[in-house]
């Protein structure tokens, strides 16, 4: 399917959709494909399979702003063969010491585990975020 995805984008056909069943969930344009699935595609941002080099290269931008990493520990989407507490701790280093935050069970979106993530995301902003006359929190 990537090579697919990328002889439509080579004929100017990126924005046309690809089969059915390269993602039977959800209709998906080529170009969107090819962004998610080729190695070091364009949103191939997250990958096991990359250096720390490469992690660095796609996330260190983000290193001199506080964040977090969220990380569904039971990601649909996440290999079984991927080793999920190391590549946190990865991508944690690779934005400048991030944030680690595990989500036990949490799906890829996290619909199951809603309130648990709404409760770190606000916890992370009462205490990283604004300080001073624009603290929503004071």
């Known amino acids: 399917m990537i090579d697919l ?17 390269a993602d039977p969930e959800a209709p998906m344009t080529a170009y969107r494909y090819h962004s ?14 990359h250096s720390d080099d490469q992690l660095r290269t796609r996330l260190g931008h983000m290193s ?30 690779a934005l400048g010491g991030a944030e680690k935050v595990e989500i036990e069970w949490g ?11 709404v409760k770190v995301i606000v916890n992370f902003i009462k205490t990283e975020g604004p300080k001073g006359w624009d603290d929503p929190w004071s």
Do not use: W
Request: charged share 30%.
């Open 5 to 21: 995805a990328s002889t439509m984008i080579g004929e100017g056909r990126g924005m046309d959709l690809m089969p059915r069943e």
């Open 36 to 49: 998610l699935c080729a190695y070091m595609g364009d949103d191939d941002m997250f990958s096991s399979d």
């Open 64 to 93: 001199s702003t506080p964040c977090q990493v969220i990380f569904s520990m039971a990601d649909e989407y996440v290999p079984e063969y991927v080793d999920k507490k190391a590549l946190v701790e990865r991508l944690c280093r």
């Open 107 to 117: 799906n890829h979106s996290l619909s199951n585990r809603v309130e648990e993530a």
